[in-house]
């Protein structure tokens, strides 16, 4: 593949807990730059789609390929540095409680890359900086708010210098007041080129920025699109039902 | 009462004596058992099947058998049959140590698994082998958790260790007899020996109350 392909590309990835089947062969791929946005009800299988592209859920089956480079998993050697290139948020943060907003950011660079840690150091302030939280650096998790501790983890995740960034519901478990600044430094990542996934509820975030909006159900892709076309006059009923349902909640038209 | 204070007065010393046997006792033991114990509870929370089978056999074994069995058994049986020259001393704290790093592993264990699992998660999201992500994420918050259930353990040992009196280690409790099967001054040695046990149980819950205040973690009102 001497062409520039999609930088990450997953193909038919299938997962079954116990008797309930949360995958069905699922494909997706995304090229440098692109946003794609899962969005779909609970339970459709987004959250699990994520975790299997980066191996913290093992698939049954199926493939990932990285800038077409077929990932084994197997190798822990290769799926660490693989990891690395691949950026994971999660919708509760998952910061260590005994590390600062410094500390957080710090330790993928000394413990993962090696780092000196001068060098590690000035990377963590400059990513603390970049999402705006760089007088907050010396304090625990316990001392930061829920947007702030989202953010220390894009910081914490940027640090690393992903080629991908997988966003799983970042804003679910926020405060609506925190949601915005939350979005914002994505919204920053996005102007910036960042390729990213992100499973999302935020669907008027959605409709501004992604390039592709995949909806899914009981573990596959519904259908998927651009925005446009997905949010107002998709083709399936039952994409325009869901849709309908988030851009209004109340049931109120708009 | 003078008779009794001056028959303590004068055993003082050698009871005091005593104590740092009991002391050098309970800390070789409790080592012991910080050092196999905390490995033991990640192999028994990360491990694969066999390994969590050995290790819960291990645990089941040490914290089944009473203490004084397991002391002859290891001091007059085991360690004679393979031919180990150990002091009572030694002895006493090895089966002290073995046994102490069972229950360890359990507080550890305990720790381990009340400890949120997506931060192993997002350490391995990062890129962080499993050790790594043990030995950096895990670890360093499960043993401040650790703290106040090992400062238990630690009173227990220490009570646990007047036992080595059966093997004839010259601690605390050995020397009370001692003196008092000597003397006949049975009721006032006797308090005496229970005084310096509670002390060294003040002293050390203290001090590990103290380390508990120095590590802990900010902004966790616990």
Known sequence: ?254 | MTANLLAVLDALPYLLQGGLVTIGLVVGAMGLGLVLGVPFAVGQVYGLPWVRRVIGFYVWFFRGVPLLVLLFLFYFGLFSLMNINLSAFAAALIVLGLISAAYQSQIFRGAILSLPEGQFKAAKALGMSDTRAILFVVLPQALRLSLPGWSNEYSIVLKDSAVAYALGVAEVMARSHFVASRTYYHMPLYFTAGLIFLCLTYFGTRGLRMLEEKVKIHGYSR
Do not use: W
């Open chain 1, 1 to 254: 593949m001497a062409e520039k392909g999609p930088v990450l590309r997953a193909e038919g990835l299938s997962k079954q807990y116990g008797a309930r089947q949360v995958l069905r062969g699922v494909s997706l791929s995304v090229n440098e730059g692109d946003l794609k946005v899962l969005i779909g009800p609970s339970g459709a299988g987004k959250s699990t789609l994520l975790q299997c592209i980066n191996f913290l859920v093992l698939p049954d089956k199926g493939q990932v390929f990285l800038d077409g480079r077929e990932i084994l998993h197997t190798r822990r050697k290769e799926l660490c540095a693989y990891r690395q290139k691949v950026g994971m948020i999660f919708q509760d943060f998952n910061l260590f409680d005994h590390l600062t907003a410094l500390g957080n950011v710090e330790i993928g660079l000394t413990r993962v890359r090696s780092m000196k840690k001068g060098a590690a150091r000035e990377r963590a302030v400059m990513e603390l900086e970049r999402v705006g939280l760089g007088e907050h650096a010396g304090k625990y998790p316990a001392q930061l708010s829920g947007g702030q501790k989202q953010r220390v983890s894009i910081a914490r995740a940027l640090a690393m210098d992903p080629k991908v960034m997988l966003l799983d519901e970042p804003t679910s478990a926020l405060d609506p007041e925190l949601i915005t600044e939350v979005l914002s430094v994505i919204r920053n990542l996005v102007s910036e080129g960042m390729t990213m996934i992100i499973a999302t509820h935020q669907i008027g975030f959605a409709g501004d920025l992604a390039n592709e909006i995949i909806f899914m159900e009981d573990g596959a892709i519904v259908e998927q699109g651009p925005p446009a076309k997905i949010l107002t006059r998709a083709d399936c009923e039952r994409t325009r039902e869901f849709c309908s349902k988030i851009t209004s909640p109340y049931g109120e038209s708009r």
